[in-house]
């Protein structure tokens, strides 16, 4: 197996991208997900080309955040899912030259692991002829970025592999449906360019809730999700209110009351925690408001080089060929 950080020179056979996403998205704590596009165009999410069938396993790994990942790359979330891939299919599969294009940062807030797997996962199903249902890839996306994050749930790995807003289905065989949206919504998301590992995050969680805070938890992502529906624009705001982990989380991301107050104080609708953060999510009414919210984390974060400030709309592609 040869693994690089280096560009490889040539072609490729298939090239494919699965986009970056934000779990929780405030209100729905491991039951709500959305995948996001910036509306400039560019790829904020992870590619991953198939360049050749080969004799051995081969993963060129290229880049703005290559830097961020282990020094050691046999561990690899593309060759891992290769792996299960290849077990969950049942015999063996031609070995490939890979090359990972790592446009997300690691340990961000932004699905970075969950975006590897996805995009890995559904490359290999689609170029062997799909010979996993979406339900089995999902189910393999899931498990694979449980081994990350210490538990398997699925609302980053939902919304990249299908795209849009995705609530979970506890207990149900269709595992997410797809939620409706306010198409003139758009998000920014602002990474400060520090990491915060999804496990540190959750760490700090509580392990209980009583029964007010389990009620007024149900209460409020019913609340959001019904206002989706009833496209009342007002009363979907209101109800982004996280109750549950970023009480707990606020002292890792001791900025985020700070800045909400300032950019609330614009106009901005809400600013949250993009997943397990440091990444932030600003949700704004317009193209206008957007760019005002990251005019102003950028300028707030512009100090650290691995810093990005996005303003995106709902992604509703998901993982793709490109």
Same mark, same amino acid.
């Given at each position: 197996?040869?693994?690089?950080?280096? @560009?490889?020179? =040539?072609a490729y056979?298939?090239?494919?991208? +699965?986009?970056?996403?934000t779990g929780?998205?405030?209100?729905?704590?491991?039951?709500?997900g959305a +995948?996001?596009?910036?509306?400039?165009g560019? @790829?904020?999410g992870?590619?991953?080309d198939?360049v050749a069938?080969?004799?051995?396993?081969?993963?060129?790994?290229v880049g703005?955040?290559?830097?961020?990942? *282990?020094?050691?790359?046999?561990?690899?979330?593309?060759?891992?899912c290769f792996?299960?891939?290849?077990?969950?299919?049942?015999?063996?599969?031609?070995?490939?030259?890979?090359?990972?294009h790592?446009n997300?940062?690691?340990g961000?807030?932004?699905?970075?692991s969950a975006? $590897?797997?996805?995009v890995?996962?559904?490359a290999?199903?689609?170029?062997?002829g /799909?010979?996993?249902?979406?339900a089995?890839?999902?189910?393999?996306?899931?498990? +694979?970025?449980g081994?990350?994050s210490?538990?398997?749930?699925?609302?980053?790995?939902?919304?990249s592999?299908f795209? =849009?807003?995705?609530?979970?289905?506890?207990?149900?065989?269709q595992?997410?449906?797809?939620?409706?949206?306010?198409a003139?919504w758009?998000?920014?998301?602002?990474y *400060?360019g520090?990491?915060? $590992?999804t /496990?540190?995050?959750r760490?700090?969680?509580?392990?209980?809730?009583?029964?007010?805070?389990?009620? +007024?938890?149900?209460?409020? @992502?019913? %609340?959001?999700?019904?206002?989706?529906?009833?496209k009342?624009?007002a009363?979907?705001?209101?109800?982004?209110?996280?109750l549950?982990?970023? *009480?707990?989380?606020? *002292?890792?991301?001791?900025?985020?009351? =700070?800045? %909400? &107050?300032?950019?609330?104080g614009k106009?901005?609708?809400?600013?949250?925690? $993009?997943g397990?953060?440091p990444?932030?999510?600003?949700l704004? $009414?317009?193209?206008?408001q957007?760019?005002?919210?990251?005019?102003?984390l950028?300028?707030?974060y512009e /100090?650290?080089?691995?810093?990005?400030?996005?303003i995106?709309?709902?992604?509703?592609? =998901?993982? %793709? &060929?490109?």
């Amino acid at each position: 197996m040869q693994i690089t950080s280096e @560009l490889a020179p =040539g072609a490729y056979l298939k090239r494919y991208y +699965a986009p970056a996403s934000t779990g929780n998205f405030s209100v729905g704590f491991d039951l709500l997900g959305a +995948a996001f596009e910036p509306v400039s165009g560019e @790829l904020f999410g992870d590619v991953l080309d198939i360049v050749a069938e080969q004799a051995d396993m081969q993963l060129t790994i290229v880049g703005r955040y290559v830097h961020q990942l *282990p020094a050691d790359h046999n561990d690899n979330l593309v060759l891992s899912c290769f792996d299960a891939f290849e077990r969950k299919v049942g015999h063996n599969l031609p070995k490939l030259a890979l090359r990972l294009h790592k446009n997300l940062p690691v340990g961000s807030g932004l699905g970075s692991s969950a975006c $590897s797997i996805v995009v890995a996962c559904y490359a290999f199903n689609d170029y062997f002829g /799909k010979p996993l249902s979406e339900a089995e890839l999902l189910q393999l996306m899931a498990e +694979a970025e449980g081994g990350v994050s210490g538990g398997v749930h699925y609302d980053n790995v939902a919304p990249s592999y299908f795209g =849009g807003l995705q609530l979970m289905l506890p207990q149900s065989a269709q595992i997410c449906r797809s939620l409706p949206w306010f198409a003139q919504w758009r998000v920014v998301l602002s990474y *400060p360019g520090t990491v915060l $590992s999804t /496990k540190a995050a959750r760490a700090v969680l509580p392990q209980q809730l009583s029964l007010g805070q389990s009620i +007024a938890f149900a209460g409020m @992502l019913s %609340r959001f999700v019904s206002a989706l529906y009833a496209k009342d624009e007002a009363d979907a705001v209101a109800a982004l209110q996280d109750l549950v982990a970023e *009480p707990a989380r606020t *002292p890792l991301l001791p900025e985020l009351p =700070g800045l %909400r &107050a300032a950019l609330a104080g614009k106009g901005i609708l809400h600013l949250g925690i $993009s997943g397990a953060g440091p990444t932030l999510f600003a949700l704004c $009414s317009n193209d206008e408001q957007a760019q005002l919210a990251a005019d102003y984390l950028s300028r707030h974060y512009e /100090k650290n080089q691995d810093a990005t400030t996005q303003i995106c709309r709902l992604s509703q592609g =998901g993982a %793709r &060929a490109l």
